[in-house]
């Protein structure tokens, strides 16, 4: 028999949640304009929009609020977060931000003026990382390994660079046209798949070759490392915490959001190993964030996340994290879900294009699908796909590789019965799926990247219960 994986804490405070009625359900995705993004959260059953701020606090955390230190400089929460940063990632030079596109924003910026460049390579781009590059009249290029393409490969690694393809982009452009390189661990857009030591070393060497600067995006350094000491057997024996100091030891600079891997509900902070940079940048933090000491967060936010990044090179809490996302993934497939493979470490995601072929990719069958999960069970996924990625080019529309439903998993939050309900509701809609209609988009909002989030939908046909 197959057992669960069985959660390394136990509950002591409890949300309620329900299920509305299906009609009712209806009525709020009408209200929400077939928008996910746009219904309420107390209309949902079980959410699995994103793991971004979406965790639970241990006690610990919940404990190290009480100590907020709230001056507006100098805090001793500041210490603590600063002394956190060091100890767990290594990372000596650290500027607290509200989030982590506030930390894309300042850092991708700075550095795209610095060089006077506009390209910007990466494994491939998170949506709210290509938002500031393409908002500041920049080129993101996503550079993933040929295996990442095919959905159903399992490789170990497919959040890896194309080390050959950025080879050739910087041969062809110029070194001084890249304004820094961007590995994403783990890379999100792809399917939380890890990064490989190997790799980070190679993107490295290349950097260094032609000096343009390495960011690493760390989002889920923890959830990187711990893939890394389960699929790489040279890192078997190493600890979490070591595999994390030496996979950051590569990177130049760094951005970060705290609502992942720092097991928080809000924060971020940018890192950098350059005095001279740090400087530079410190005068941007200051002016739309906050004082260089703060960043726009309390001084308890700090204590929480100081606290979080700790908890979170736990290996007890890694395999458990690693092994939910798994097991949830895995039952879906063995329910006929067309899921991405290997299983990635936040999410699961789902192909549509397999799921509905029936919906043209025009009528956003990821969005579809969600809206429709929705409708179907409570559930509350995301859709990433033509609506969050397609790009005009000489009045021809280019689609990404993928139309994908994500289903993220929060962190210490839902158990394991309840991710069994979202993949047994997931099954039985596919199981209809001739009821799914396409969308079509109402309304959209101006400023680049930002559609999926922020669109007006409406189905394409009429829907009945
Ligand atoms: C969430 C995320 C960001 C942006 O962070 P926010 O805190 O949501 O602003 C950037 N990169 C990746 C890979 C992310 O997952």
Known sequence: MKMPPVEPYRIRMVEPVRLLPKEERLKRLNEASWNVFRLRSEDIFIDLLTDSGTGAM?????????????????????????????????????????????????????????????????????????????????KPLDLPVPEAKNPKLEAPFKGDMDTSALKKLIEKEGADKIAFILLVLTNNTIGGQPVSMDNIKAVKEISEEYN??????????????????????????KSVGEIVKEMLSYGDHFIMSAKKDGLANIGGFIGTRSRELYEELAGRVVLEEGFITYGGLAGRDLEAIAQGLREVVDEDYL???????????????????????????????????????????????????????????????????????????????????????????????????????????????????????????????????????????????????
């Not at 343009?212 to 024996?237: G, Q």
């Open 212 to 237: 343009i600067p390495l960011v690493m995006d760390i989002c889920r350094f923890a959830e990187n490392a711990y893939f890394i000491k389960i699929r790489d057997e040279r890192y078997r024996n």
């Open 319 to 465: 395999k458990h994290r690693i092994e939910q996302v798994k097991y949830f993934g895995e039952l879906m497939e063995e329910l006929g879900v067309p899921v991405i493979k290997p299983i990635g470490g936040h999410a699961v995601y789902v192909d549509a294009l397999e799921a509905v072929p029936h919906i043209p990719r025009e009528q956003f069958p990821a969005d579809a699908l969600a809206a429709f999960l929705y409708l179907e069970s409570g559930v509350r996924a995301v859709g990433l796909g033509a609506l969050a990625f397609a790009r005009e080019e000489n009045g021809k529309i280019i689609y990404p590789d993928f139309e994908l439903l994500r289903l993220a998993v929060p962190r210490r939050t839902y158990t394991s019965s309840q991710l069994e309900y979202v993949a047994r509701s997931l099954a039985s809609l596919l199981e209809k799926k001739e009821k799914i209609k396409g969308l079509k988009i109402v309304w959209e909002p101006k400023v680049k990247g930002v559609r999926h989030f922020l669109a007006k939908l409406a189905p394409v046909e009429k829907v009945s219960l």
């Open 58 to 138: 241990s006690i610990y955390q919940w404990a190290a609020l009480m100590m907020g230190d709230e001056a507006y400089a100098g805090a001793r929460s500041w210490f603590k977060f600063e002394e956190a940063v060091r100890d767990v990632l290594g990372i000596e030079y650290v500027l607290p931000v509200h989030q982590g596109r506030a930390a894309e924003r300042i850092l991708y910026t700075t550095l795209m003026d610095k060089r006077n460049a506009k390209i910007v390579p990466a494994n491939t781009h998170f949506d709210t990382g290509r938002a500031v590059i393409l908002n500041h009249g920049g």
